[in-house]
C-alpha cells in the first residue's frame, strides 16, 4: 500500500481535497514548465496547500518516450519536468488510474512512476502488474487512516497479471478490494475512471455499481474522465459524484463550456463516519492557462444545473430515458463501428474471404474497444435494445 506524506496541521481531522482530471499536455506543457503553482493554480492554490492530503488524476504520462501505444483516440504525454508544478503546488499523490496513463507504453508508464517518486508524489491506481496496480493509498494523518481505491473503465490502459497498466473496474473484484480495506481506515473513497464523455448523468449500471460500492463499505465514490461536472447523490450513509469536471486540461475546438467546468471536493474528516464535504466550482483553461473559483453567479448557474441532474438520479426511469436518448444521438458513431450485417452479408464474407479485410486491424481495434469498455458496451446494448420505426 502507498502510504502518502502528511502536513504538520496538529487539528484533531484530516483534510482530503480531491482533484479532476490534470493533463499537463499539449499547450500546458510550457506553463508548467515556465510558470509557478501558485500563478497556474490561482484561486485553489492555497486550498492544496491547506490540505493534510491533497490528490489529482493525473491524466497523461509525464514521459520522454517516443513510441505510442497502438490503440484508439488520442495519445497524451507531458514532459516530465512538469512534476514541478505538482509537488510545488502541494499536491501529495497522483491516481494513475485512467485510460491514457498507457498512451507511451510500459517505458512511459515507468517513466512516470519513477518522476513523481522522485519528485516525494506517492502514485497509486497503475503499477507494473496487476496486483501493484491494484495497491490502494493510504494516508494517515493525526492518527485518522485515509483509504483511497482507484479503477478505470476497460480501455487501452488495464493492467493484467503479467502486464503493467491501469486498475480495472472489475465487479465484483472491486468490491472485494472495498471488503477487504473497510475495516483498516477510518475513510474510505473509490475513485472511478469512467463514464459518458461530456454527459453528466451515468449509465444505470454505473450507478447500480457505485451504490454497491457505498454498500460495500465506501463512504464516498467520485467519478472522473466525463470531462464535465455531473449530477451528485446522498445514498445511504455516502455520497457519490458522477462527474468532477477538469482540473486543468487545455482545450480543444470542439470542447463544450461545460469542459471549462470542475469541482474541487473537500473531506474533513473526524473519525468513523464523521466526516463532511464540500464542493469548490472554479473554472479552468478558458481565458488562460490555469484556474480560478467561479464568481458568485458562475456558481449559482453550476449548482442549478447540478439539481436539475441529480433530480435525474433518484428517479431511474428517468436515468434510464436520459441515457437511452444520449446513446440514440450517438448511434450513428456506433451503428458504423459494428458494421451489422445479416445472414447475406455473413455468406459473402464466408465465401469471399477478401472481404474480411474490410475489417481492418484499426477497424477492429475500434470494434474491440466498444464492446470491451463498460461504457461503450452499455451504449452499444442500448442502442441495439431500443426500438426502431419500421
Keep these: 500500500m502507498s502510504e502518502a506524506k502528511q502536513s504538520g496541521r496538529t487539528s484533531r481531522a484530516a483534510k482530503l481535497v480531491v482533484g479532476g482530471d490534470l493533463c499537463p499536455a499539449g499547450g500546458y506543457e510550457a506553463a508548467f514548465k515556465q510558470r509557478s503553482a501558485e500563478d497556474l493554480f ?14 489529482v488524476n493525473l491524466e497523461c504520462p509525464l514521459t520522454t518516450e517516443n513510441q505510442k501505444l497502438v490503440k ?20 501529495n499523490a ?71 497498466g491501469a486498475n480495472p ?32 448523468l451515468p449509465y444505470p449500471r454505473l450507478q447500480s455499481w457505485c451504490r454497491h460500492m457505498i454498500k460495500g463499505g465506501g463512504d464516498a465514490v467520485i467519478c472522473q474522465h466525463s470531462h464535465c461536472v455531473g449530477g451528485w447523490e446522498q445514498f445511504e450513509d455516502g455520497v457519490i459524484g458522477y462527474g468532477q469536471g477538469n482540473l486543468m486540461f487545455q482545450s480543444y475546438a470542439r470542447t463544450t463550456d461545460f469542459w471549462h467546468e470542475g469541482v474541487l471536493v473537500q473531506f474533513d474528516i473526524a473519525g468513523r463516519g464523521r466526516w463532511k464535504y464540500e464542493m469548490i466550482p472554479y473554472r479552468q483553461s478558458q481565458e488562460f492557462p490555469g484556474t480560478r473559483c467561479m464568481n458568485e453567479v458562475e456558481s449559482t448557474d453550476l449548482f442549478t444545473r447540478m439539481d436539475t441532474w441529480n433530480k435525474g438520479l433518484s428517479d431511474p426511469q428517468s436515468l434510464a430515458e436520459a441515457w437511452r436518448e444520449e446513446c440514440c444521438r450517438n448511434e450513428h458513431v456506433y451503428l458504423s ?3 451489422g450485417g445479416g445472414r447475406y452479408v455473413r455468406y459473402l464474407m464466408r465465401k469471399i474471404p477478401l472481404l474480411r479485410r474490410w475489417y481492418s486491424p484499426e477497424k477492429c481495434r475500434f470494434l474491440l474497444n466498444a464492446i470491451r469498455c463498460q461504457t461503450h458496451y452499455e451504449m452499444v446494448r442500448t442502442i441495439l435494445e431500443s426500438p426502431k420505426d419500421t
Design 42 to 55: 490561482g484561486d485553489l492554490y492555497g486550498l492544496f496547500q491547506d490540505a493534510d492530503c491533497s490528490i
Design 72 to 91: 484508439t483516440g488520442s495519445c497524451l504525454r507531458a514532459d516530465p519536468e512538469c512534476v514541478r508544478i505538482l509537488s510545488e503546488a502541494g499536491i
Design 94 to 164: 497522483c491516481n494513475l488510474a485512467n485510460n491514457h496513463i498507457m498512451d507511451f507504453r510500459a517505458e512511459g508508464l515507468r517513466e512516470t512512476l519513477e518522476v513523481c517518486r522522485a519528485a516525494d508524489l506517492e502514485v497509486f491506481g497503475a503499477g507494473e502488474s496487476l496486483a501493484e496496480a491494484a495497491q490502494p493509498l493510504i494516508a494517515e494523518i493525526n492518527g485518522i487512516r485515509i483509504g483511497v481505491i482507484a479503477c478505470a473503465e476497460h480501455e487501452w490502459s488495464i493492467a493484467t497479471h503479467n502486464n503493467p
Design 169 to 200: 473496474l472489475e465487479m465484483p473484484e472491486t468490491l472485494f478490494a472495498i471488503r477487504d480495506l473497510r475495516d483498516k481506515v477510518d475513510f474510505l473513497l473509490i475513485l472511478v475512471h469512467g463514464g459518458r464523455e461530456h454527459f453528466p
Design 337 to 339: 463501428l459494428l458494421f
